[in-house]
């Protein structure tokens, strides 16, 4: 293990999500580690990458800590989420800010449940879907499909894994889950 990876980083913080598949746990462990294969990533192992920097917004490089927290295309998919999930907007500095963020975001119950499994992880997931379909296809995702595409996912598991008390469509897109 590199022991840069760890440096600093509280594991106890990070919560497994029954709403999610193990596949989107797995992605969220590996992101909150700082194990996926950014540009950088891939530079501090000496791989050799032609550009260093973010393929959102070119304007800084591609660290995780850029494409979670810092970079303004993934701010605007922030964003869109606080706003569906009426909720204060999120501050995040690193990657432990968003998997902690159900717990301090004022909310409880199911609220907490959905917004910890099928917004926060989904949402870095999907998000980091868009970004890999930029770089290895040039397929450009807009926020507003990044957005519809996590709330349709998110719709499909949070039925599919609940089954009881779940609500319709309806009241899912406009966040009332009671
Ligand atoms: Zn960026």
Redesign the pocket.
Known sequence: MDAWIDEGVDRSSFMWSKLVPNKCNIFMWRAFLDRLLTRMALSRRNIMVDKL????????D?SIE??RT?????AGIRNAITNWCWIPGMFVFHVKDLVEFHEHCGVSGIYKTVIHGIIIIIACWRMWKARNDKVFANKDTSVAETEADIKSLGFLWYKHRLKQGVVDWDRWIKFNLM
């Open positions: 920097f973010c393929v959102w917004c070119e304007t800084s591609e850029h494409v810092g970079c303004r295309v993934s």
